[in-house]
């Protein structure tokens, strides 16, 4: 299991009950821990090379306080973000925080966490009586730290109490243990990242294999939770059509007969930062990425994204819609983009 070779506390952090319990528990496995000096700077982390001040910012957790002023938005899959942790201590050569989070993406655990769910409850009175749906996984992957945090346990916990909101979030990784026995009262969606054996060996780094991931999500199913499947990035190599079959086949072997899954698709796409720091990063990368076989595609954000081609697209999609119907019939394929 994954711990942090360092853990950073703001002062205050330690006032609240998640952050003096994350305290305890650190010292208990004597996993070196400091208290932030004025400013509450993250120090120790080298700037270069930017493969090292990445890789090493990947070791080290802090533990702050989150401002609850305002939460980010999260169209089109939810209302809102719900800040509990960010960054993730896997090394997706893919990964989607690589633009979002800067050079050294040290880890986060938000020790305010009933201040962050007071202001989640203001957001769902002022929507009421439509429902509102929060994703905890918008800048992270929660589930790596949630041993040490709790912080998944006692989100779920406020949702499984509220008819007129839903909690939602994604992970790779199988320490699901202490979520099994929560009341949740079907009202959050535990999502799980997957991809093709070939994907997940070529391109990811520090993550659990596929094998012992399907593992992680038949635990959950028998924990009644609401499931969800998110396959990406589906990238399109010789032989791909094979590659996700297989993966398709051994989900329905453990999930055919699921009620209630959910599944989204998304084809691989690069924006020319991302394939900047990800070349910084990992210089050898073979992850393909040449502008030419991709089509520009102008984003919301102000920023474009070089994704694959339509005609390369319709095939896609036409493979994907054919076999999650064969395969999962009881699956909502929600989108495939
Ligand atoms: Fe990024 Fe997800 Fe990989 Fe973590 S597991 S590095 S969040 S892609």
Known sequence: MWQPKRVLFEEKALDYE?????YDKFTALKIPVEI???GNRISGIPDSPAAKAWSEAKNVLAVRMRNTKTFETCKPSAHYQLPLVSSCPGKCEYCYLHTSLGKKPYLRAYANIDEILSRAEQYIVERQP??????GAATSDPIPLEPFTGLLARAIQFFADRTDARFRFVTKFTQVESLLSLKHNNRTRFRFSLNSHKVIQAWEHGTPDLGSRLNALAQVAEAGYPLGVIIAPVVLTPGWQGEYLQLLQELAMRLRDQHDLTIEIILHRFTQRAKNNI?????DSTLPMEKEDR????GQFGYGKYVYPKDVYSVARDFFATEVARLLPEAKLEYLV
């Open 36 to 38: 932030m000096g004025k």
């Open 295 to 298: 089509t520009f595609k102008y």
């Open 18 to 22: 998640y952050g003096r319990r994350m």
């Open 279 to 283: 070349m910084d990063i990992f210089p």
């Open 130 to 135: 439509e429902v509102t749906v929060f994703e």
